[in-house]
């Protein structure tokens, strides 16, 4: 019998190995590629800063970035069968390595602007090539797993990339032309482990037009908006909170965070493809949860830090989980709109996370905000069991 479209079946793809020469290679531009972005964290707005941009120009720039990153992925995941993910791929990098090109010659403020716009655009569909490659690379019921080993790029590098930034920053006294210079270079590694990748044959299916975003993953996008609504409110305002508190362990917080989503995340994909996913993300948002009180309440390097790692194991172990719920609900022909869907619920999340709680700390507190945080990461599972509970009523 002839396998069909919900089958996944790959022209000459293996069904066992996860980790193979393609998974590795697609690891490695990963890996890059972000290590690319993260360097840029505590460079950019200091370049920014020194040619009279100024703080309000640092937000604006990092809003510009995600917005051209979401605003043509949904585009990008309609035609994404038809043009290749491979192909994606390549464009997404290229595009960001040619602005990153475009930076070494320490650009005036309105350039600066353009050359992000730029790298945001190829960053979105980088974003939507390398996730739905995975998904494509992974051996049938192994999803999870193989997100999982995928999603310990992301974390890795930022854990390494920022502290080495930060370092070379300040050894060389701001040598912007050397420090971007590094960025570019973490940029054409990514291209040319790209290069590498071979991109699994999909079975031909009948090319119609598809709408821009999936209902069917509406639920696990909702879940990682709420969930990435409280990673940007921490990447954005930790380190305010740290100042405020006088707290010297914020940049040690990212590290810690890093790693233990790096140890947590392979491991709860597995354990989802086996116990099914509600029976990991539900209790990792809890454990999420409770390390956004943890932060809400810190006054001492010691709390944050152990924060970090509570909130390492939550956020680590349901991405993982909440990503592969998306792909069950996907036949493969249907992966390009559902992933462009789930990765732009990814980036809008922490485009509001950052946003709302800028507005709110007019009003109130760390501790209120940080609060406020603790409770939008349980609301997936109030959201959860009343849909659970419904269902058994009907």
Known sequence: MKPTLDQQVFAGGGKEKIITFNFMVLFGAVFFLFFALDFYIPVLPFYVIDIDGGETAVGLLMGLFTFCSIILRPFQGRNLNRRGRKRLLLTGITLYAAAGLSLLFLPSLPLVFLFRAIQGLGWGAFLLAFNTL???????GRSGEALGLMGIAPPFSLALAPILGEHLRVT????????????????????????LVREPKLEKGKDIKRPLLSRKVFFPSLIIFFMTFNLGSILTFLPLLGEVRDIPAVGYFFTVFAVTTVVFRPVAGRLSDRLGRPRIFLPALVVASAALIMIALADSAQQLILSAFILGIGFGSSHSSVMAMAADRLPVMERGVGMATFTASFDLGIVAGASALGILL?????????????LVMFIPVLIYSA???????R
């Open 172 to 195: 060389t006294e701001s040598n912007y032309l050397l420090l971007f210079s590094v960025a570019f270079a973490a940029a054409l590694l990514a291209l040319f482990m790209a290069v």
């Open 362 to 374: 007019n009003w109130f507190d760390f501790t209120a905000v940080f609060f406020l945080c603790a």
């Open 387 to 393: 849909r659970h509970q419904l269902r058994k009523y």
């Open 134 to 140: 995975t998904l494509d690379l992974a051996p049938k």
